[in-house]
């Protein structure tokens, strides 16, 4: 079995999670306690993808992406990378693809501490941003590991924006989704089997792993 494809996958997926989390954490703490107009607007668009084919959100990105198109015509000029079928691409797509499964747990995190917590924190001085980052977030670790985790596996699983914008090239865009759909394609059935157990055995090990640290860190939260 060419491990390639694996190795392309986890490191697509590590990428895309440490991007996102990055991103997303403002974002989530923006939707969980900001007040404004709207907010039904932007919270569908982050959600889109949850409702959406991958091939309709992959056919979009391709336009945009395509130096054919102002974007990745602009993206081209400006840094001399061409998004459509290359790895950069794939992040790109991933990111966006991916955002709610980060947003979504994050915010249902921040918005599951207690009031009195930012409110105790505003008494002393701090600003909403530090009371972000020093108070709620270390109170939110369940959460940021499972936002972390569901964005991994969703990105490892993701087939078909992978294939529209990657393409199914070996070593740039060939991730383990794309050789899976290959082999079977191709009727070897044993080579696409290797691959799939593969991608399930490291998959399950890492959420039960997760899930134990979480169940582990509740039970200390709830002693507390």
């Not at 918005?111 to 701090?126: C, H, I, M, N, V």
């Not at 691959?195 to 860190?217: D, E, G, H, K, P």
């Amino acid at each position: 079995m060419d491990w390639q494809p694996i190795w392309l996958t986890f490191r697509l997926a590590t990428i895309t999670s440490v991007i996102l989390l990055g991103l997303a954490m403002p974002l989530a703490y923006w939707l969980a306690f900001g007040k404004f107009k709207g907010r039904g607007i932007i919270e569908a668009i982050i959600g889109m993808p949850l409702v959406l084919p991958p091939s309709v959100i992959g056919f979009y990105l391709l336009l945009a992406f395509s130096p054919s198109y102002w974007f990745g015509s602009w993206i081209e000029s400006m840094f001399g990378l061409r998004l459509v079928f290359s790895f950069p691409g794939l992040v790109i797509a991933s990111i966006l693809y991916s955002l709610p499964f980060m947003v979504y747990p994050l915010r249902a995190g921040l918005q599951s501490l207690p009031a009195s917590l930012r409110e105790a924190s505003y008494t002393l001085g701090k600003s909403k941003w530090e009371t972000f980052y020093k108070i709620l977030l270390p109170n939110c670790k369940p959460a940021i590991l499972t936002a972390f985790v569901l964005t991994f596996a969703h990105t490892v699983g993701e087939f078909g924006v992978v294939l529209m914008i990657g393409g199914n090239i070996p070593g740039v865009t060939k991730v383990a989704s794309v050789a899976i759909y290959n082999e079977v394609e191709a009727l070897n059935y044993s080579a696409a089997n290797l691959y799939a157990m593969v991608l399930f055995a490291i998959t399950f090990v890492i959420l039960l792993m997760v899930y134990s640290v979480n169940n582990r860190l509740l039970s200390v939260r709830q002693s507390s």
